[in-house]
């Protein structure tokens, strides 16, 4: 190993923007220093040294390493005047771990370190403090113990809650220094008899055990667990850098405090300081939520001009890094401190308001407003809310600390709330307050409560970075983990009972509250406008009724790129003439179900074309198979055979009915209607001729593939009555929107077509229909003809489709499954997920659009199309059209626009916008 590689970077002379190299917070501990804000000297060890590392078997420091660290802490001790592991003045160090992507509290931190029975009587002499240097000490004990020597938490916590209980204190303020002396000598013994080894005194051991410790947690379990969930790889973040810092305290009386910051409202992003302050604490305290912060507000009266430091701090970060700041401060006898900064994580409506007002500030361009946020994100704002109107009654309060409301059933523990979440069930994790060992529990829960804790404690930081409503510190409730119970004034929630949290208002309720959509904000119209403006793709929605499509232009689709009109044909007024259609026996039969179907047709479409206009509507004609508006031939057998036992029975009791009445007749009296018998058998006959006609439809239906089966076009060609009933609705429809001056844009496209013949067949119905239309109404009508993209054959024969097709879209679902031979059906829950944890494939292809195998074949269909017909309109509507990384992919590949689910609308005009604007920095690339 090269021992001339530098390791080990000073604050001021590490390269600020090498966040690879020296991890986020060390790189932006070197732009503080190097701007001039006020930083506690320092020094980065570098994610090189921490890959060298763990890659050597014997866990080794590469060599070096801890030359240079004593070198710098030469250098630390010059500038501070103190000397580490010296009596007297002793300099004290943090050791932080920090790697290039934000990982908030998923690796470890020792504070404190350098402390020993010999330094520590140093410290308590020059502070004359001697409260201050036991809690500092017992602190480092527990934190080096817990991180550095795998002492478990719980060992450390008991020694501490007997020791508050003996000294009769509710908190760690109540105790006295000789409280804490002897939690530090209860701790040093823990230590000694978990490890079998006594405490390490020597600062510089220390620091080399810390160092390594630090470097360990970038493999730890919370650190792996957190990189799988947020896909980070390697080639964004790998490994730790170490910062190792100058201690300051925010713990040496009143004028000291400790605090963080952000430098905009991360729940609403209104533009002004936020963050919560602690005086004489240390910083873990406003973390751990331990002690209820005060807002930084509250500090405007208490330390006017600390205030005044603080707000110029905030705004020397914003004005520098050009993006809202989640920053931490130490206040040590009237001295502020910045100890780090980050790019703070908001919420999609704090992202969203914050783009656009920094945009109107000058912070930032467009580009960089749009870029800033993740497509992914918006979903957050089209969550339901509560819904007002319901009034329901809350049983506690606490801080609303992420934004969004969510029902699920009570879990008090992380490891419950992930087999739970997991198994599909929707649960809300309570917790007295949460670690970073709880993360796997936010995963699958639906949101999060807390009784302690403030607005940047850890549940609600992480929390808000996932999008999940919190609400944290609802000090109402008593959570009883053992007993898997809550208390809330008289009432009790147990585990598995159903409750409703607002993390927008704080509210917690018992049950399940009714809630209600999102409504766009302002700032969302406006960044999705600036949006449309640079993206090239158009973004369409997938909308089946008149309701989707109103649903559908709120969220700024620009047409409809799919209309499924089978499922118009499913709703209860339409099923029976469907039916009747389907198990007609003539031709008479079957046109007149179809006679019955068209003004319901016509007048679906009407409306869809009405609430989309002027936008296009692309109407796709029916495509399943037949079969699947019929029960099954078992269903049917059942109700036949249970209908043949009530005529059987309904006959018995007509027999009955008439002997009773015979024998009353006999004795003189008048017959009565004695027996009840209201079933009349020739009806129950009736019903049952029908439904075995039904079964034997059915059977006569029956495929044993039926995906691959009579459906889409081949169903269009055999019953060319169904597609020319429906091609008619869809033109009458537009020109009777035409005759009442409505400008509409319908575009008629065939599914499952493998053949340019089985297009032209379907055009000649499109002609002549359009003919007769606009000749009985006397208006042109603008209908575009095109086809669906979902076989392979269609698209290696795009350049023959193109000749009768003004248009394609490309189904990728049913695309997908003919490209690998997997049923769409039935992969999902069968092999897919071993394969893609395996890693056999990286992702669902169902959800990820496989570019290198469904996207390869799709390219090469647009070019053959354009070939043919060059302006050749181009989408895509499978559930790929809404997914951002394959729309980055489908504007690559020159697509005029994607369709997906109304509410994926404003994800997909935000992705089309990134696609854009990244297309333009790395230039085009093929595949
Ligand atoms: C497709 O196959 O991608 C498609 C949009 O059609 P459907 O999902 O209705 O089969
Ligand atoms: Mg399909």
């Known amino acids: 190993m090269s021992t001339t590689k530098k390791y080990v970077f000073a604050f001021e002379e590490g390269d600020g923007k090498n966040k690879k190299l020296l991890g986020g917070k060390g790189a932006n501990l070197c732009e503080m220093t190097q701007i001039g804000l006020r930083v506690p000297p320092g020094f980065v060890i570098s994610t090189e040294a921490c890959l060298a590392y763990l890659d050597d078997s014997d866990r080794r420091l590469p060599g070096g390493v801890m030359d240079e660290v004593r070198a710098q802490m030469k250098g630390l001790e010059a500038k501070t005047g103190k000397s580490f592991g010296g009596r007297d003045n002793c300099l004290l160090v943090s050791v932080r771990s920090g790697s290039a992507l934000s990982m908030p509290g998923m690796m470890d931190t020792i504070l404190n370190l350098g402390l020993n029975a010999e330094t520590l009587e140093g410290l308590i002499a020059q502070t004359g403090n001697e409260r201050f240097g036991y809690d500092a000490y017992r602190r480092f004990v527990q934190l080096f113990g817990k991180v550095a020597l795998g002492v478990p938490d719980h060992e450390f916590d008991t020694e501490f809650e007997a020791a508050k209980a003996r000294a009769g204190v509710k908190h760690d303020v109540g105790l006295s220094a000789k409280d804490l002396k002897e939690i530090s000598e209860r701790f040093l013994e823990v230590v000694e008899r978990v490890t079998g080894k006594p405490f390490p005194t020597d600062p510089y051991a220390q620091l080399e055990i810390a160092i390594k410790a630090v470097f360990n947690s970038w493999s730890g379990k919370r650190a792996v667990d957190y990189r799988r969930e947020f896909h980070i790889t390697p080639d964004m973040a790998n490994g730790t850098a170490v910062n190792i810092v100058t201690m300051v305290f925010g713990n040496m009386g009143d004028d000291s405090a400790t605090g963080v910051g952000f430098t905009r409202d991360p729940g609403t992003g209104e533009n002004v300081m936020f963050g919560e302050y602690l005086t004489n604490a240390q910083g873990e305290d406003v973390v751990a939520g331990i002690r209820t912060p005060k807002p930084v507000a509250a500090m405007k009266e208490e330390m006017p001009e600390l205030h005044r430091q603080l707000l110029e701090l905030r ?129 699958a829960s639906q949101g999060i409560l807390t009784s302690r804790g403030g607005k940047t404690s850890h549940a609600a930081v992480v929390a808000r970075g996932m999008g999940k409503p919190c609400v944290a510190g609802a000090e109402g409730i008593h959570v009883d983990v053992r007993l898997r119970q809550a208390i809330v004034g008289d009432s009790v929630f147990r585990e598995g009972e159903m409750i409703t ?138 109700e036949i055979e249970e209908l043949r036992h009530l005529r059987d029975t309904a006959r018995g009791l007509q027999v009955l009915s008439d002997a009773v009445d015979f024998i009353a007749r006999g004795r003189g009296a008048q017959p009565q209607a004695q027996v009840q018998h ?66 509409v844009h319908p575009e008629i496209m065939v599914p499952q077509v493998c053949t340019a013949q089985e297009l032209k067949r379907v055009k000649t119905y499109v002609d002549a229909i359009r003919h007769a239309v606009e000749t009985h109404y006397g208006v042109k009508v603008d209908c575009k003809f095109g086809t669906m993209m979902e076989v392979v054959r269609a698209c290696m024969r795009a350049e023959n489709l193109a000749e009768e097709a003004e248009f394609f879209s490309f189904g990728t679902n049913d695309l997908t499954q003919a490209t690998f031979s997997f049923s769409r059906e039935d992969a999902e829950n069968k092999f897919l997920p071993m394969y893609n944890e395996k890693q056999i494939l990286q992702d669902n292809p169902f959800e990820v659009l496989d570019v290198k195998g469904v996207g390869r074949l799709m390219e090469l269909a647009v070019g053959w199309g354009r070939g043919t017909r060059p302006d050749m309109k181009v989408g895509i509507c499978g559930e790929h059209g809404g997914h951002p990384a394959s729309i980055k992919f489908c504007h690559r590949i020159g697509l005029t626009y994607v369709s997906c689910s109304g509410p994926r609308v404003p994800i997909a005009r935000l992705a089309a916008a990134h696609a854009a604007l990244t297309e333009a920095a790395s230039g085009t690339q093929s595949l």
């Open 501 to 638: 949290i607002d993390g927008s208002s704080g509210k917690v309720y018992l049950g399940e509250a009714p809630m209600i959509e999102a409504e766009f904000t302002d700032e969302l119209v406006t960044l999705l406008q600036w949006a449309d403006d640079v993206a090239r793709l158009q973004v369409r929605a997938n909308a089946d009724t008149p309701d989707d499509a109103a649903r559908a232009v709120k969220f700024g689709a620009m047409g409809i790129g799919l209309c499924r009109t089978e499922r118009m044909f499913n709703a209860v007024d339409r099923l029976p003439i469907v039916v009747e259609m389907i198990v007609a026996e003539s031709i008479e039969e079957r046109q007149a179900a179809l006679d019955k179907l068209l003004p319901i047709q016509r007048s679906d479409f009407k409306e869809i074309l009405k609430a989309m206009a002027p936008r296009p509507v692309t109407v796709r004609l029916l495509d399943p198979p037949i079969h699947e508006f019929l029960p099954t031939a078992d269903q049917l057998v059942d």
């Open 678 to 743: 209201n079933v009349d058998p020739v009806l129950v006959e009736e019903v049952i001729q029908k439904k075995e006609a039904m079964l034997r439809k059915v059977r006569a239906l029956f495929e044993v593939n039926p995906m691959l089966g009579h459906r889409g076009v081949r169903l269009g060609l055999t019953f060319p009555e169904i597609y020319s009933m429906q091609i008619r609705a869809v033109l009458e429809a537009a020109a009777e929107c035409q005759r009442e001056g409505v400008e």
């Open 315 to 443: 705004n020397q970060l914003e004005t520098h890094y050009k993006e809202v700041q989640d920053f931490e401060f130490t206040i040590e006898k009237g001295v502020l401190y910045c100890l780090q900064t980050r790019n703070g994580k908001m919420n999609a409506v704090a992202l969203v308001r914050t783009s656009v007002e920094m945009e109107k500030e000058g912070l930032i361009d467009k580009r960089q407003a749009l870029l800033r946020i993740q497509p992914e994100m918006l979903e957050q704002l089209l969550f339901p809310r509560l819904d007002p109107k319901a009034k329901a009654k809350a049983v506690a309060k606490g801080l609303p600390a992420s934004p969004g409301a969510a029902s699920g059933i009570a879990v008090f523990d992380a490891d419950r709330a992930e087999k739970l979440g997991r198994g599909g069930q929707k649960v809300i994790l309570v917790r007295e307050e949460t670690k970073p060992e709880d993360i796997h529990g936010f995963f």
